[in-house]
């Protein structure tokens, strides 16, 4: 049998219904994300039934799958001038950064004959995308040249943290993204009602009573399916947890030593430097998944007493010597998916089965 994920949609709505209600309470409208289930229908459909204000996704064919679904969307990541068609096509708004791109929708958007949202992204210090803060001059003229173009509209301007440098969001940063906006508005006399806050790694400060007034959008997506705030990796009060699980296939089950005989070479085939326990003669399983698969980092058993012990590209090895379950080869055995690495790599995987996502307990 193929590896099979599946994804409690139940737990999913649970956990985005929590958000949504308590955004609401601060005047916070919410994007429920798809990209890391790679655009798919029911997720989006239960982010809907949830109560979110938009969809929104990183890639363009994953908006175009849902265009049939009726909410606003937005692409998170700033358009590729190769796609800036589909973009004004199957977003009604897109995250952008560059000038350059926002006239190329601009251009787009006319030549179709509607008018597509921008939202101008700021780097406030986790130097992924957006203009430099401190680079106020920089800011000001891009706006200025986007309010002088047809065929987009500045609705707002939005931050990203906790992506690559890890910076979580702050009173201090967000105040920042806040004031800007009503610096912005006052200049160009413009409505902004879009200051958009940052991912998961906001739900602690919300649930805190600390967001800032005056962000008016949060983008959530991992948090949802994991089950955690992320930055401080804490679960919510009234959250569902272990929401992803994967099954893969025992193809052997052998006693052998723990510690490896023979010459051993400085790397593994991974190019990585390893490091063995003796823990003497053990029972091993192996299973028909590795990292060609998924990202295997984030496997925890849903047997508390194996554990994993590594894996090579096809080949996952796990130790079963502890367990009170007797495993035969051919039989499934369960993972809880717990890292958003191992969840987007499983989701966009052909060798894994996504039995995900349907209305089904699990
Ligand atoms: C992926 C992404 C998000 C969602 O991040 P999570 O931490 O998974 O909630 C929000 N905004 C942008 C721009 C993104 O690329």
Redesign the pocket.
């Known amino acids: 049998m193929q590896p099979i994920l599946n994804m409690n949609l139940i737990k999913v709505k649970h956990n985005t219904a929590q958000i949504v209600k308590l955004a609401r309470q601060y005047g916070v409208s919410v994007?429920g994300?798809t990209?890391?289930v790679c655009g798919n229908e029911d997720f989006a459909k239960a982010q809907l039934e949830a109560g979110v204000d938009y969809l929104?996704d990183?890639r363009i064919e994953n908006l175009k799958k849902l265009k049939h679904l009726d909410k606003k969307k937005m692409l998170?990541?700033s358009p590729k001038k190769s796609e800036v068609d589909e973009v004004v096509e199957y977003a009604d708004y897109s995250?952008n950064s560059e000038i350059e791109i926002i006239q190329a929708l601009g251009k787009s958007a006319v030549n179709k004959g509607v008018l597509h949202s921008i939202i101008l992204m700021i780097d406030l210090g986790d130097l992924r995308?957006g203009i430099w803060y401190r680079n106020r001059h920089e800011i000001f003229q891009t706006v200025q040249s986007i309010v002088g173009l047809k065929g987009v509209k500045l609705e707002g301007i939005?931050t990203?943290l906790?992506?690559f440098g890890g910076v979580m969001p702050t009173e201090e940063n967000y105040t920042i993204l806040v004031q800007l906006a009503e610096e912005l508005r006052t200049e160009f006399n413009l409505p902004l009602p879009i200051v958009s806050g940052?991912?998961?790694?906001s739900l602690q400060m919300i649930y805190e009573g600390r967001l800032p007034k005056g962000i008016t959008h949060l983008?959530?997506?991992?948090?949802v399916f994991l089950g955690l705030e992320?930055g401080y990796g804490k679960k919510l009060s009234n959250w569902e947890t272990k929401i992803v699980k994967l099954q893969a296939e025992i193809i052997e089950i052998h006693k052998k030593p723990s510690y490896p005989q023979g010459i051993q070479a400085k790397m593994n085939a991974f190019g990585e430097i390893q490091t063995f326990k003796d823990k003497g003669i053990r029972t091993r399983a192996i299973l028909a998944i590795g990292r060609q698969d998924m990202d295997i980092n984030g496997l925890h058993p849903s047997d508390p007493h194996v554990t994993v012990e590594g894996g090579s590209s096809d080949h996952l090895i796990i130790d079963i010597s502890e367990s009170e379950q007797l495993y035969k080869v051919g039989q499934m055995i369960e993972f809880d998916v717990v890292t958003?690495s191992s969840i987007i790599t499983a989701m966009a995987s052909s060798y894994i089965q996504q039995e995900v996502l349907k209305y089904e307990v699990v």
């Open positions: 994007a994300i990209k890391g929104a990183s998170l990541r995250l995308e939005g990203n906790t992506c940052g991912n998961s790694s983008r959530i997506n991992q948090s992320i958003y």
